[in-house]
């Protein structure tokens, strides 16, 4: 009965305190690849951890593949069922998001890809740019694996120079290549797998700020940091569709002060990062991955 308990404090622990931690922390915007690796390490092994406390729990009652011992007139075991059908929902609710994020987004972004093709003007600066014939200072992304656009509009091209706009192109061409968008997918989903009461919004904006911290080091490398931090300055405050991923969309103060300061040289820091992603995984994957190979290895001798 402890490997449960266990890890069902391990799971309230990585869905808790945790990020809670890790939002109030300032270093993980120091090495935002290494960060984003450790966040989606936290919530897979939460993850892990819930389903592995249900298995966990139906092997300390109901018994081994091989090994029955469930008794259905006894409360302790109508108890751990009732425990293992809530485990089910739960994974049959994050399948359900899953899904529902995966099509839902993809049809959003698919409209508006038509709709920018209508309605902007194809410029050959670089591959898929659209202008729209629009005041607003715009300028995002759509990402796809194939036919992505990255959209500006006349508005922000009257505000930046042209080592600026290289800036902002070079930005957004990052989350393309880096399909960025499929990372904020992931922590969307499980964002809406869980109820208003029991999830956090932590995990998915410390996410959405950490891919742009990605995007901006890429352009950074391209362009230095200066064109970037006045094109965000000169975007701040614009309006960023649902469907795409905008330069200026979020934490523009910390980027900009961010991209002030020298690019930060933390490769021990990133590695500790890195290491303890592996860790918070091996404890939970272990113990959901154990009693199916076993129950395999059973089968099969």
């Known amino acids: 009965m402890i490997a449960p308990l266990v890890l069902a404090a391990l799971a309230l622990v990585l869905t808790g305190p945790v990020p809670a931690f890790m939002a109030r922390a ?4 120091r090495i935002p690849r290494a960060a984003v690796v450790l966040w989606q390490a936290i919530a897979l092994a939460a993850v892990l ?30 108890a751990a069922a009732l425990v293992l059908a809530l485990t089910a929902l739960v994974g049959i609710r994050l399948l359900w998001a899953v899904g529902r994020v995966a099509v839902g987004t993809r049809a959003r972004r698919k409209r508006h890809r038509d709709l920018v093709d ?17 005041e607003t200072p715009l300028a995002y992304c759509l990402p796809a694996l194939r036919g992505a656009r990255v959209v500006v509009s006349v508005g922000a091209l009257d505000r930046l120079d042209d080592g600026e706009l290289r800036a902002v192109l070079a930005h957004e ?10 990372v904020l997918e992931a922590f969307t989903a499980l964002h809406m797998a869980f109820p208003r009461f029991v999830r956090s919004d932590v995990a998915l904006d410390q996410a959405r ?16 940091p200066l ?20 330069a200026a969309k979020s934490s523009t103060v910390l980027r900009v002060q961010r991209l002030a300061d020298p690019a930060p040289n933390a490769t021990l820091l990133s590695t500790a990062a890195y290491t303890a ?12 991955a154990a009693p199916i190979v076993k129950a395999v290895i059973h089968a099969v001798s």
């Open 49 to 78: 951890a819930a389903f592995g406390a249900g298995i966990a729990l139906s092997y300390s009652t109901a018994g081994e593949p091989g090994e029955p011992r469930f008794d259905p007139s006894s409360p302790r075991d109508l």
């Open 118 to 134: 209508v309605l902007a003007t194809p410029d050959g600066l670089i591959p898929g740019l659209r202008v729209l014939a629009e």
């Open 227 to 246: 064109p970037l931090a006045r094109a965000l300055v000169a975007l701040a405050g614009s309006p960023a569709p649902e469907a795409g991923l905008a």
């Open 26 to 29: 300032g270093w993980p915007y």
């Open 277 to 288: 992603a592996v860790l918070l995984l091996v404890v939970p994957t272990f113990t959901v």
């Open 209 to 224: 700020t950490l891919v742009e911290l990605l995007a901006d080091d890429d352009a950074r490398r391209r362009n230095g």
């Open 173 to 182: 061409q990052a989350h393309l290549r880096a399909r960025h968008d499929l």
